[in-house]
């Protein structure tokens, strides 16, 4: 997973793909959560009640709200919480509040 000025990606596999992309704009929430594969169901890419999460290790996760959409994407990550901030002040600056 990367955090950059384009937004989140999330890439699979020694070819990256699949792969999930969301720009600042198409977020409309970041932020850090701690998770245990418990939580979600197991290792590796999960659906449950949380929401989708990519969980390749317990602890840090970083969890968008994609906009329009009513449920969370998570990826366990080192940072996340930086992550969270650094995409919550691009979407910010990019929608104007």
């Given at each position: 997973?990367?955090?950059?000025?384009?937004?989140?990606?999330?890439?699979?596999?020694?070819?990256?793909?699949?792969?999930?992309?969301?720009?600042?704009?198409?977020?409309?929430?970041?932020?850090?959560?701690?998770?245990?594969?418990?939580q979600?169901?197991?290792?590796?890419?999960?659906?449950?009640?949380?929401?989708?999460?990519?969980?390749?290790?317990?602890?840090?996760?970083?969890?968008?709200?994609?906009?329009?959409?009513?449920?969370?994407?998570?990826?366990?990550?080192?940072?996340?919480?930086?992550?969270?901030?650094?995409?919550?002040?691009?979407?910010?600056?990019?929608?104007?509040g």
């Amino acid at each position: 997973a990367r955090v950059s000025e384009r937004g989140l990606e999330v890439s699979f596999g020694p070819l990256g793909w699949p792969g999930r992309r969301w720009a600042p704009g198409d977020i409309d929430t970041a932020r850090m959560e701690v998770r245990r594969p418990s939580q979600v169901g197991g290792w590796g890419y999960r659906l449950s009640g949380l929401g989708t999460t990519v969980m390749l290790r317990a602890g840090e996760c970083l969890v968008i709200r994609p906009r329009g959409r009513r449920s969370d994407f998570a990826v366990s990550i080192d940072d996340a919480e930086r992550g969270a901030a650094l995409l919550n002040a691009l979407r910010t600056n990019r929608t104007g509040g």
